[in-house]
């Protein structure tokens, strides 16, 4: 499945960055895409009693440059007989022109190793939070040390339909891309397939232990279930829009096996990436559109901060990015 036209990968952490190039080359080899590598490094500063654009310090920027510049023509050179990779070194602050770059280009996708502080318990560190926000298209941060395929990814989607028509829209729209990618990547990966969804019954710890309000066991339960079913429904008729669209052949070689948690979905679907040991989730990170710069909301970013594998973060359609390129 093509998907992928101009692919866009973050090299920041020298050596440590083979295995996300790797996984760049044969992603854009896969997807007849182009691949462009950039490295992000710092504006130098002036010292004290020095001025900002004066000679050491446009020689000490061009010194970084070359020497950024000169690491990644090695780290490319290998690959450079299966495809044609454009490389350049952005100055500035690291996740900022990385989407600066996404607009001047239309890059499609964002592929990168995420940062490690030795301070952060949680695999994602500041700029992959502000890329996994604001970056316009789908972003993919591969875990440090990845095996060189995956074997078992799992798509986290909500087909829950209490909200708003427009935002009901917005969601559905994004399942469905989740849907794709997640099937795509499967695929390309020879990997199992897992799809996700949580859900609550609204009301119901009220209505079993409320002050206020208490209702027969069995009509509590027979409300649940209900809530169950309609959720299952609904599940099951995104596969099936996901089945007509790809075909009976590619549906029954992804097999994809359902998991629908009760509970939440900040709690149920880390949880559950963990039992199964996926390697990679993909997953929606805004739900809303119209409002420039609405960062994706707390259920979203919860789960990030608890999974340990990588992710494949997709925006909705419409989605603006807030930042804007420099004049």
Not at 173 to 179: D, P
Not at 265 to 292: S, Y
Not at 294 to 310: K, P, V, Y
Request: proline residues 6%; contains cysteine.
């Amino acid at each position: 499945m093509q998907r992928f036209k101009k692919i866009l990968c973050v090299i920041e952490r020298g050596d440590a960055g083979q295995p996300v190039l790797e996984r760049a080359v044969a992603l854009a080899e896969n997807n007849q895409a182009g691949l462009t590598v950039v490295d992000v490094i710092p504006r130098v500063t002036a010292g004290v009693g020095m001025p900002d654009d004066g000679p050491i310090s446009r020689d000490l920027q061009s010194a970084l440059v070359s020497e950024h510049e000169a690491r990644m023509v090695s780290l490319v050179e290998p690959y450079r007989q299966r495809l044609d990779i454009q490389h350049k070194v952005l100055l500035g602050t690291s996740f900022l022109e990385v989407i600066r770059e996404v607009l001047r280009n239309g890059h499609d996708l964002v592929i990168k190793c995420p940062e490690s502080p030795d301070w952060l318990d949680r695999l994602f560190g500041g700029d992959e939070m502000h890329l996994l926000r604001k970056c316009p298209c789908p972003v993919w941060l591969v875990k440090p040390e990845t095996e060189a395929s995956y074997q078992r990814i799992l798509a986290a989607v909500d087909v829950d339909d209490n909200y708003p028509p427009e935002e009901l829209s917005t969601r559905q729209a994004l399942n469905r891309l989740i849907m794709e990618m997640a099937g795509a990547m499967a695929v390309s990966e020879f990997a199992e397939l897992y799809v996700v969804h949580a859900w609550e019954a609204i009301g119901e710890s009220a209505m079993r232990r409320g002050a206020f309000m208490s209702q027969p066991e069995d009509e509590v339960n027979a409300y649940v279930e209900q809530v169950r079913r309609h959720h299952a429904r609904r599940l099951d008729e995104l596969m099936h829009e996901m089945g007509a669209k790809l075909g009976s052949d590619a549906m029954d070689y992804l097999n994809p096996q359902l998991h629908l948690l009760k509970g939440s979905a900040r709690k149920e679907i880390p949880a559950l990436a963990k039992r199964l040991q996926v390697d990679c989730i993909v997953m929606g990170t805004v739900a809303r559109t119209g409002v420039r710069g609405f960062i994706m909301g707390n259920t979203a970013e919860t789960i990030l901060e608890q999974i340990d594998c990588s992710v494949l973060a997709i925006k909705p359609p419409g989605f603006v990015t807030p930042v804007a390129l420099e004049d």
